[in-house]
């Protein structure tokens, strides 16, 4: 089995009609592995995701598909990063999981997992996993212990003690009178009955569902009454869950796989509800629920549950699905449990396979390190750039970002050698030829760091730093006649900004030294003298100011 990988849409298009063929093949596909809902997501998301494909050796048509978001996180302990997999779906999706087509479920399952292992890696959070124990077994049976670790992770809400890992679901029947009889205890199949003939009756009470002309007012009005519910529990998270479930919701629709009731009295809604469409399997999904707190004739949420199982079970759908979470409500339409998982595995040693980070998460790693420099954790950036470097060797940015670190605590030796590697790969790099410069005239004498200084002058030649820099290592090198005729040319530089000022200001003193008694033109007139010396102004031959420095009188 051949197990190739799919990095962009583009790349995943070209899929398209096999994947929606072994969605509809597959007896364990589901909801959230369909191609338009995984799409849409994935195509939204500003994360990088993969998918393996796996195909017989004698075909390039794939059988199997594994969708995977990238995550990378930081240990604390040790400061180092790490990658590694979550389930493409996860934080959107209520199940995740992977398609196959059965008959080769025993060869593509274990073929991904091998290939896993060829990556690098720390850990694989599989999250609210929806699969069979033969394909569970079939998957992390490639993964030793003596090499990885196993964890069963809980998902119980502890201020209401609901187990969001228990999904309540109802497999209908051909009828909503069977439905009635069969699924719901006495008690229950009369209340519904009075509810929906309220709405039957259409004197006081009425539904209507969302079409293309109040789609956004509907999807307002459940996300109101969700938030006026929720919005005490979900704190900073708030904004983010009623954008996304706005996306989620307007998509849906758009795509043709949104259902929306709306229960009304007069010309007030009071109770919207949102579920998913999968004509594929023939299942509604319960999303979302909003219901107007203020409102307490009827309940309107059991009101809208029981016009959309008849509405289901009407237009052919053949399951109700409640989706994550054992709420009690539920069980009151006859439900019955679905269990589902989350499952980690994760390296026993705490970092990637092989030891380095994943080439593909080189750029988020050097966005976070940036970000820990800036802040001024060197010691945490330093780590960052080094496995940067691991993976990357010729990665500019973090060449020149432990360079400048180093450089910075005088480890001048590997900060040369840095910079040199980095202006060999971009001889244009005006930053780090500077920066080698001044490492060179630290270290390795004043001969290299001209040498430097000149590359960075054939730059930009209005440099006024570089020129500085090159003056003081001639006048190191007891080349003064030199020196004082870079100097007399930073005289002729207007400074650019306040660091150019106070470097022209350091020139002229260095060239008082140098040539005691020069008049040499200069824009700056203040604060360029020397201890002792007194800046005489006077007319330039060309009409612009020159200044004489000469000793102070006393």
Same mark, same amino acid.
């Given at each position: ?38 799409? &849409? ?25 594994l969708p995977l978001r990238v995550k990378l996180k930081r240990r604390k302990k040790s400061g180092i990063f790490v990658n590694g997999f979550i389930m493409a779906g996860n ?36 999250? %609210? ?6 394909? #569970? ?7 030793? +212990? ?11 809400? +502890?201020?209401? /003690? ?24 006495? /008690? ?23 079409? !293309?002309?109040? *789609? ?24 983010? *869950? ?5 996306? @989620? ?8 796989? @949104?259902?929306?009731?709306? @229960? ?48 289901? *079970? ?5 399951? %109700? ?7 009690? %409500? ?44 800036? #802040?001024?954790?060197? &010691? ?90 090159? !003056? #003081? ?40 030294? @140098? ?40």
């Open positions: 089995m051949k197990v190739g990988l799919v990095e962009t849409m583009d790349q995943l298009q070209a899929y398209k009609n096999v994947w929606c063929d072994v969605y509809q093949r597959d007896p364990e596909s589901q909801f959230y592995l369909s191609w338009w809902w995984l799409t &849409d997501f994935l195509s939204r998301s500003d994360e990088d995701w993969v998918v393996l494909t796996a195909a017989p050796e004698e075909t390039s048509q794939p059988v199997a598909f934080y959107a999706a209520d199940y995740t999981g992977l398609l196959c087509l059965p008959e080769f479920e025993d060869e593509a399952i274990p073929a991904f997992a091998r290939h896993l292992k060829t990556m690098a890696w720390a850990f694989l959070n599989l999250d %609210y996993l929806r699969m069979s124990e033969k394909r #569970k077994g079939l998957f992390l049976g490639e993964f030793p +212990k003596k090499t990885f670790g196993f964890k069963s992770l809980p998902s119980v809400n +502890k201020k209401d /003690n609901v187990n969001n890992l228990i999904c309540p679901y109802v497999d209908l029947p051909d009828s909503f009178d069977a439905y009635l009889a069969e699924k719901l205890s006495a /008690n229950s199949r009369q209340k519904l009955r009075r509810l929906l003939r309220k709405v039957d009756a259409g004197d006081d009470y009425r539904i209507t569902h969302a079409d !293309a002309d109040s *789609i956004d007012r509907d999807i307002e009005t459940l996300l109101k009454f969700w938030e006026a519910q929720w919005a005490s529990r979900k704190g900073e998270y708030l904004k983010k *869950i009623l954008s996304n479930n706005r996306i @989620l919701l307007r998509s849906g629709f758009e795509l043709g796989h @949104l259902y929306m009731p709306v @229960l009304w009295k007069g010309d007030q809604p009071h109770g919207v509800l949102g579920s998913f469409l999968d004509h594929e399997k023939k299942a509604v999904l319960f999303m979302i629920s909003g219901r107007d707190p203020s409102f307490n004739e009827i309940p309107s949420g059991l009101l809208l549950h029981a016009h959309s199982i008849r509405h289901a *079970i009407e237009t052919g759908f053949r399951t %109700y699905d409640f989706l994550r979470g054992n709420e009690p %409500y539920k069980y009151s339409f006859g439900c019955q449990e679905r269990a589902i998982e989350r499952i980690t595995v994760s390296t026993k040693s705490g970092v990637n396979l092989g030891g380095r980070l994943a080439a593909r998460t080189v750029p988020l790693v050097f966005k976070q390190v940036l970000l820990l420099h800036k #802040k001024r954790y060197r &010691d945490e950036a330093e780590i960052g750039y080094r496995q940067i470097l691991e993976t990357a060797p010729r990665h500019a940015g973090a060449l020149y970002g432990l360079a400048q670190l180093l450089a910075a605590r005088q480890e001048d030796a590997e900060a040369a050698q840095l910079f040199e590697t980095l202006t060999a790969l971009q001889p244009a790099n005006l930053k780090a030829w500077l920066r080698l410069a001044q490492v060179y005239q630290r270290s390795s004498g004043a001969e290299a760091a001209c040498g430097a200084y000149r590359k960075v002058l054939a730059i930009d030649p209005k440099l006024i730093s570089a020129h500085f820099g090159l !003056a #003081k290592c001639l006048a190191e090198m007891d080349r003064p006649s030199e020196a004082v005729d870079v100097l007399q040319a930073i005289m002729r530089l207007p400074p650019r900004n306040e660091a150019e000022r106070t470097v022209a200001v350091e020139a002229t003193k260095l060239l008082s030294v @140098l040539k005691p008694g020069l008049v040499f033109t200069h824009p700056l007139v203040q604060s360029i003298a020397a201890p002792g010396q007194t800046p005489f102004v006077v007319p330039g031959e060309t009409g612009d100011v020159n200044v004489v420095l000469k000793p102070s009188e006393k």
